[in-house]
């Protein structure tokens, strides 16, 4: 069964450090999301992406965050100076292609932020 | 702003029970509906999609919407100690390819 794979499952930086994402949607998905989950508390919206461009970001993706789709395949979303409040699992999503917007999530990167 | 509100529980219930859960959404143009559940440290996994009102029923899940009420349900028949988990419930705008918007889950214990 396809999935959204993400790489790493664990990411340990310093604060001030930059951090990368990575994500590989489901092949034939055309929709790319990041949302993000601090520890006990909801699943939180970052950024949506379509056809190579954001369609939609919320108040928390700030100047620091981008995202991008550097090939056919990957889509990441890198953190340019991290701050401890970054500390969360980020979960990667795709959608599409049959009317019906169904989001499946990949098993998501735990961000430590030290 | 657009809220999702879910009672956080625990939600406890004997093996082979019904669990109920419940949520509601503030904004009335939302169109699509969906269950997922949650293990701990694991990432949402959909377990129900409904778009209209009524029930939507899949093996031992039902998803009722109630778009006048702006409430939607899942009911889980004959409970599993491996439905223990946390249920989130997440709404979605226009029908269209935008965010989903999260509540904070209710957590089921299943007792056996």
């Known amino acids: 069964e396809p999935e959204v794979t993400q790489t790493p499952s664990h990411q340990v930086t310093q604060m001030g450090q930059e951090v990368i994402l990575r994500c590989v949607p489901i092949s034939n998905h055309l929709y790319f999301y990041w949302y993000r989950q601090i520890l006990g508390q909801k699943v939180e919206f970052l950024v949506s992406f379509y056809n190579n461009e954001i369609s939609e970001k919320s108040e928390i993706f700030d100047d620091q965050f981008s995202v991008e789709r550097p090939d056919g395949s990957n889509f990441t979303l890198k953190i340019r100076s991290t701050k401890l409040e970054d500390s969360a699992m980020y979960f990667c999503a795709s959608s599409g292609g049959q009317g019906l917007n169904i989001q499946y999530f990949g098993a998501g990167t735990r961000l430590s932020v030290l | 702003q657009k809220e999702v509100e879910q009672n956080s529980g625990p939600l406890s219930v004997p093996e082979g029970a019904i669990a109920s859960l419940n949520c509601t959404y503030s904004?009335?143009?939302?169109?699509?509906f969906f269950w997922y559940r949650q293990y701990s440290g694991k990432s949402p996994e959909l377990i129900m999609s409904i778009y209209s009102n009524g029930d939507k029923e899949d093996g031992r899940f039902t998803a009722q919407l109630n778009k006048a009420s702006q409430y939607v349900s899942l009911l889980i028949r004959d409970s599993q100690p491996s439905d223990s988990a946390t249920y989130l419930c997440a709404v979605n705008l226009n029908g269209g390819y935008q965010k989903v918007t999260f509540g904070i889950g209710t957590k089921l214990q299943v007792i056996p």
């Open positions: 904004d009335r143009g939302s169109q699509s």
